[in-house]
């Protein structure tokens, strides 16, 4: 069943795709000394070849119609590397059409129409591996399909984009306020010109719902996974969990319950002594929790050529050494061999919270703020009040118990109506670290 | 070739394998839905059953001759749960012998003689399991054969021992010497009664031969790696480590050279802001560093029943799935099947160091400290001294810029003979987060 040798064509000669190509042109003897298989790298297929060229790639590889490279019946996998949700889709089609394995790293595709590509590859005898999809190299996906198969996953929390994790480390440690770090990161590369994806979180639900398609066994609605991105954070915010012992991330949140997953993105306070909270710059990190390992986490670079090839290059590997008979088609933990759990609504999603009131005129408005939180049987757990800084109202900050964002979101509105209070900002907090 | 049932045998029926037997026997629907193949857990050999009965396992499964269990034709997978060099060999022995697969724990076993058990397997047509050596439940091991195959791997660095890491945590914490935290520590439950294994930095030593022999395809030589436990470590260099920035931890180091792999287990100052800084209690993590992928960590508890049978039935699932084929029988990384690559000697180790040299009187000898370090080509980046405590001679803390194990001891030894220095201590620093 194992070749000696196992033909790649890759498609989409960008920033992964390069890495790819150079890892397989460059390295393909230490590869084959580590796994006995000679790999070939049979296609570039782009329309473009100027980063192809700069990296030293031979032209004989340039093809542009990825048609001929699905076509060609010596090719055992197609990796598709150029992103987007419409020619990628196709290169995909096309290729387990033909019978071919693919490897992806597309994030976007997957959350969207994973479980349709699963299907389409099943009935044509082929496998979709995307390891590089999610936490770049950083092997998570095989974590769920493998290392963690003898445990049921109860709960996981990912800090799974490198753009937002940046801009957030460095609001913290510089103090600087949102835009103007943005603006850093742009400058220095860490973040697109258009930064939309990103920073409002959509990436990361991308990833969230591949991840916690594999992790439940089920088929995740992307759509219905409510997201927050870090756009609209404020600098006293971050500031303030700094002082009380947290910090501030972006969080990819993923709970099973016995009535379904709960899903969402949005950043939260995490407790100084969870080692989600150490994880700083533009490094990615997913914490597990299952019901016999306990937390583990998984940490590394999330984005990058060679990072994120790593992964592509792992999977065409895996491929070659039966990653379709062993994992693809006899597991059951694909969402296409698998029926929809239900999805709870953000309603039902259960933490502590924190509690930020700008009040303009103290007196006699506390009173009120206890009993709109003891009637929603929100309880408090820390109080501390901010003395007015120039231009600001009083700024009353509370930690509460656990509770659920029903509660919170009641409150909340119940408060926004006082007079006196002129702002209500409510983040989750994450504190256990199990 | 992957059968819809795999009959599992456990011999050895304590933490492990009672976790072990236990997951096997509570929780086989919940693996069936997932893997789509049934689970059997036929046997539970040992000489006592107190805890296989504590533990709810039914009788009919108990058996006290494992030849019984090596000789029935039905069993597809022994998972060797005994620990120690004796019996348990001879249990691996005779199932490979008998052409049946094994799983096993024993890091002090494989450590000693992993490449001849190896070969042993491959001679009879089986093959040898073993992530829950290393780091517990963690899927270090299948980082290292199958999600970083696509890297060559430049260094690792582990946190590979819990006992020692809970006893270093608490000093720092605690501000408590060595004897009192083991104390506490042993009352606990968290060290042994005789905790030797584990504070002389032996049992790391064992987990690090078998990841280095992963990690560099090579064989290693067990006796050759030098190895310095925590069980002289002074609360004053804990302390001071933590005054200049650093965590003392027990690390195993692993680094590859042109020359050869450098191998040691040594208590080591490491910079706050790398990630294995963060690992407290009883974790575990390893930081391995790949020509691709850079940095990467794995973290989780690294002993313990169910996260270290979470290990264990990972790799019986993978037995079933054809790891054997795959992976075992494919791969080039094995140690038997490669040659023995260098092991340098300590002196060739290069890193930072810290060195407190306690003086009686300070006057004139600070040029003679100088001189020596120069003389020895050490550069010195930080200098403090701490004024005497009771019964104290003035201590010089010192940090140097890279140089070797040699020319530190050299210093060190010459140091030592200047009469007013009444103590040298020297210790490696670990500052690359890359």
Known sequence: MIKDHFTVAVVGCGIVGGGTAKILHEQASDIRNRTGIDFRLKYVCDIRFDNARALGLPE???????????????????????????????????????????????????????????????????????EASCVGGVPIIRTLYDGLLANNINSFI???????????????????????????????????????????????????????????????????????????????????????????????????????????????????????????????AVSVYANNLGHSMYYGQGAGSLPTASAVVSDIISLALGYKETRFDTLRIWPDKNKRLPQLPLDRYSSRYYLRLDVEDKTGVLAQVTHILGKNKIGITEAVQKDPQPQRPVSLVLTTHRTTEAAVRQAAGELRRIPEISKVITLSIVDEAE
């Open 60 to 130: 004989s590889l340039f093809v542009t119609d990825y048609k001929t490279v699905c076509g060609d019946p010596e090719v055992d996998v197609v990796v598709e590397l150029i992103g987007g949700k419409t020619l990628a889709k196709s290169v995909i089609e096309e290729a387990l059409k033909s019978g071919k394995s693919v490897v992806t790293a597309n994030k976007a595709l997957l959350a969207a129409h994973g479980t349709e590509l699963f299907g389409l590859a099943r009935e044509n005898g082929a496998a979709v591996a995307f």
């Open 158 to 284: 990912g800090i799974i984009n490198g753009t937002c994790n940046y801009i957030l480390s460095a609001m913290i440690s510089e103090k600087k306020d949102y835009d103007t770090v943005l603006k850093e990161a742009q400058k220095a590369g860490l973040a697109e010109a258009d930064p939309t994806l990103d920073v409002t979180g959509h990436d990361s639900a991308h990833k969230l719902a591949i991840l916690s398609s594999l992790a439940f066994s089920t088929d995740t609605d992307l759509s219905a996974i409510p997201v927050e991105g870090i756009d609209r954070l404020d600098l006293f915010d971050i500031n303030m969990a700094d002082e009380m012992g947290y910090t501030v991330k972006l969080l990819a949140i993923a709970q099973k319950t016995e009535d379904g997953i709960s899903l969402c993105v949005r950043p939260s306070f995490i407790k100084k002594d969870h080692p989600l909270a150490w994880v700083s710059g533009s490094f990615n």
